[in-house]
Nanobody, 118 residues
């Protein structure tokens, strides 16, 4: 069974940091394009970051709103993808979801909630 499970969300003050984790089962993250999305209340889900693999090199891409603050990475041995979020802003408040596509089908985790507030 293919499954993605996110964790690491919580309440943080503006300027703080969090690291989200996405543990995959039945999916080998090292050979997949893995992504983090987020959805704020009343808004559409948006792409935050993706990571792809080109041999021994990882390629990351970010939404303009998080460039320079967020870093996506993966640990192939743990079959886990991370999203390190620094300098958090109130507008980063959202549910964050891990995603990948396997044979044309999208797989999503249930999400982890990030709240940035003083």
């Amino acid at each position: 069974q293919m499954q993605l499970v996110e964790s690491g969300g919580g309440l943080v003050q503006p300027g703080g940091s969090l690291r989200l984790s996405c543990v995959a089962s039945g999916i080998v993250v090292s050979i997949r394009i893995m992504g983090w999305y987020r959805q704020a209340a009343g808004k559409e889900r948006e792409l935050v970051a993706t990571i792809t693999s080109g041999g021994n090199t990882n390629y990351a891409d970010y939404a303009d709103s998080v460039k320079g603050r967020f870093t996506i990475s993966r640990d192939n041995a743990k079959n886990t993808v991370y999203l390190q979020m620094n300098s958090l802003k109130p507008e980063d408040t959202a549910a964050y979801y891990c995603n990948t596509r396997v044979y044309g089908k999208d797989y999503w985790g249930k999400g982890t909630l990030v709240t940035v507030s003083s």
